[in-house]
């Protein structure tokens, strides 16, 4: 609050500074909605279930049975989104910036999932 008072007083004074003010505003919302997104982190794979941790203001961390996944999407060839889609049709996202690249969340879901169909671009994953 104070530092765009500051502005605004600069602004009265000098034009330019209207310029810097709103170049910090559109910057500060940028950055401010960039922490807000947030991203994966710590994602964990055991015998029964993918845990992981959603970074950003509003963090959380949500878990899924490996039972109620029936199948595993990734769509670009080098991206590190991963969908996993549920039995009841649900979708969930997963940005894999933790590992990566996504592949070691396949090799651990395939390892540890039984019947669930893994695809990589449309196409079955060659893994």
């Not at 940028?30 to 994966?40: K, P, V």
């Not at 990734?74 to 592949?103: A, M, P, S, W």
């Not at 090799?107 to 893994?118: L, N, W």
Request: net charge negative; proline share 2%; glycine share 8%.
């Amino acid at each position: 609050m104070s530092i765009a008072v500051v502005f605004a007083f600069a602004a009265m004074h000098r034009p330019v500074a209207l310029v810097f003010c709103l170049l910090f505003s559109f910057g500060s919302w940028i950055l401010y909605t960039g922490i807000a997104r947030g991203c994966t982190s710590g994602i964990t794979v055991d015998a029964f279930s993918i845990r992981w941790h959603q970074t950003g203001l509003q963090a959380h961390s949500q878990s899924v049975d490996l039972s109620s996944i029936s199948k595993v999407e990734r769509l670009h060839l080098d991206g590190d989104c991963v969908t996993l889609i549920l039995k009841d049709q649900n979708k969930i996202h997963i940005e894999d910036r933790f590992f990566g690249d996504g592949d070691a969340l396949l090799h651990a879901i395939a390892a540890r999932a039984d019947g669930v169909t893994i695809l990589e671009n449309g196409q079955p994953w060659s893994g």
